[in-house]
Structure formats: structure tokens, C-alpha cells
């Protein structure tokens, strides 16, 4: 069963099949050229349409709701572990161990409207900003925190492969 099977092209030392391998990096990055295009124009119309409106309601609903900044900013893992701020709409009271500890349920450091940010996923639209700036995409692995990232490099084999691509406001792991 194993002797019938047959490598991709790309795969092959053979010569006649070489340019097969040029034509797979030559599509790659036509892909990621398109999907550049498309995180662009998507996070464009996202922030002009959407959070235009939408940041000013929050910031108003978050300043009532609690003292401190409207926008959580933390240092993220990217691509190729270069770090970058990662923006979210605050939806936890200001605390010393956020970027230590991440929320559990029933965080008692999570506030009212918080909760409902979180339920909704409000609080990640300022991550189209991210997107615009080229620090993110939007489909890709979702950022960690430093601490996670190291844990995580020290528990899962292969871990750091994720940081091959850039992170994403959405991926596999909130489709399933």
C-alpha cells in the first residue's frame, strides 16, 4: 500500500519535475498577495463602517462601566515571534496580573459590559487595526501572550510552527 503511494510533485528530486516546486512557491505567494489584498479591504470597510460608530458606543459604555483606558493594549507573539501591541477593547478592571493570567470563567475581574463583549466578541473588532497595520490577518493562528507562548513551547512539540504565519482575528480553533 505504501510502495502505490505517490509524493506531490513538489516533493520529487527528479529533474523533469523541478519546476514544479518554483510554480508551488510562485502560487504561495500569489495566495498570500491576494489574501494581503483581501485583509486590507475587508479591515477597511470594517473600520469605516463599522467601528466608526461602534468605537465611540464602546468607549462610552466601558468608561461608565469602569476607571481606566478604553482599549487593552498587550505585547503579542507574531510572526516569526517578533512581538507586536495587540488591541482589544477593555473588558476587565485594571489589574496587575492581565498579562500574566489570562480570564477564567466567572473572572471577577471581568465587568458587566465586559461580559457582554466578550459573549458578543466586540471586544476583538479593534484588531482590524491590527490587521490594517500588517501585524495581523484576519484568518491565522490567535495571538498568545508571551507567558502562554513560552508554556506552550515547552509542553507542545512543534509549537512554534504557528509563528510561521501571521496571527489572526479568527482561526480553526473558533470554528470548532
Known amino acids: 500500500m ?8 513538489f ?26 489584498i483581501l485583509d486590507i479591504t475587508i479591515s477597511t470597510m470594517v473600520t469605516i463602517f463599522i467601528l466608526t460608530w461602534l468605537f ?4 462610552l459604555l466601558i468608561k461608565l462601566s469602569s476607571r481606566g483606558p ?16 495587540c488591541l482589544k477593547f477593555r473588558t476587565m478592571i485594571m489589574n496587575d496580573v492581565a498579562d500574566l493570567q489570562q480570564a477564567q470563567e466567572n473572572d471577577a475581574r471581568v465587568t458587566r459590559i465586559g461580559k457582554f463583549l466578550r459573549d ?3 471586544d476583538e ?11 495581523m490577518s484576519i484568518v491565522g493562528p490567535r495571538p498568545h501572550m508571551h ?6 513551547s515547552t509542553l507542545i512539540p512543534f509549537y512554534k510552527f504557528r509563528n510561521m504565519v501571521k496571527p489572526g482575528i479568527t482561526g480553526l480553533a473558533q470554528i470548532k
Not at 478604553?70 to 501591541?85: A, P, Y
Open 11 to 36: 516533493y520529487s528530486y527528479q529533474k523533469e519535475e523541478r519546476p514544479a516546486l518554483s510554480s508551488f512557491v510562485r502560487e504561495r505567494k500569489r495566495y498570500l498577495y491576494i489574501k494581503r
Open 70 to 85: 478604553v482599549l487593552f493594549i498587550q505585547k503579542r507573539v507574531g510572526k516569526c515571534g517578533k512581538s507586536f501591541w
Open 56 to 59: 465611540p458606543v464602546m468607549a
Open 120 to 122: 458578543s466578541n466586540l
Open 2 to 9: 505504501i510502495a502505490h503511494f505517490k509524493f506531490p510533485s
Open 125 to 135: 473588532f479593534p484588531q482590524f487595526l491590527n490587521v490594517l497595520l500588517g501585524h
Open 147 to 152: 507567558t502562554d507562548a513560552y508554556k506552550f
